[in-house]
């Protein structure tokens, strides 16, 4: 069966199609992204306290579950595009505002804030070029890493070791760039075994390599 069958099968078995709105997933997402301003007030008036340490838990906990939900009941435009932006949303306004505090130094945030807005940019132009460019493992430890980070920021008994804080954020700084770079090399080899596809005139019957689907996956097609 053809990639491209198989997908047809997969959006008649689902329970929600690629446009819907109201679904499961996305009221989950939407909890998550609503919970990082909530979040970041908590961290710039008090700090890293216990309050603050619980919400990070409860959106890192929650993290992944949306996209399982959704690859169960079918992905969707708006779940693609939420889940990444309430990630984002998360980690960079608690390290922002860690950062404001001076509990933290600045330049690893920095790096890291440049890095997810540039990669941002970056995959929504290749994917109006048509071309997907699927997630490394490096991508998924990157993410647990930032989040592992986080939560040792806001954790009260850690609050107070400036120098671990700090080699923790470095840490997770320059995995971050390592799969910014990783990310833009995938991204450029996939839009060059594109162009001899469509050169070549394509697979019969298939989709085109490196193709971007109608609809990504709800939890970090990439990067």
């Not at 540039?118 to 290749?126: D, F, H, K, L, Q």
């Not at 991204?187 to 394509?202: F, M, N, Y």
């Amino acid at each position: 069966m053809s990639e491209a069958a198989r997908r047809r099968d997969a959006h008649r078995s689902s329970t929600f199609g690629p446009s819907a709105l109201a679904t499961p997933a996305n009221a989950l997402t939407v909890a998550r992204l609503l919970a990082a301003p909530v979040l970041v007030i908590l961290v710039a008036l008090r700090g890293a306290t216990w309050p603050a340490f619980a919400v990070a838990l409860a959106v890192a906990a929650t993290d992944g579950v949306d996209g399982w939900i959704a690859r169960r009941q079918g992905t969707t435009t708006s779940g693609a595009f939420l889940d990444p932006l309430a990630d984002k949303a998360v980690v960079l306004g608690a390290l922002f505002a860690v950062a404001a505090r001076g509990e933290i130094a600045w330049a690893p945030v920095v790096l890291i804030a440049v890095r997810e807005v540039a990669m941002s940019v970056y995959r929504s132009v290749v994917g109006r070029r048509g071309v997907s460019v699927p997630a490394r493992g490096s991508a998924k430890v990157k993410t647990l890493v930032q989040d592992a980070a986080v939560g040792l920021c806001l954790l009260p008994p850690a609050a107070s070791a400036r120098g671990a804080l700090d080699v923790v954020m470095w840490v997770a700084a320059v995995l971050t760039l390592v799969t910014g770079v990783q990310y833009v090399v995938d991204g450029r080899r996939a839009a060059r075994i594109r162009r001899q596809a469509v050169a070549g005139g394509g697979r019969e019957g298939g989709s085109l390599p490196g193709a971007a689907p109608g609809v990504h996956g709800q939890h970090r097609a990439a990067g």
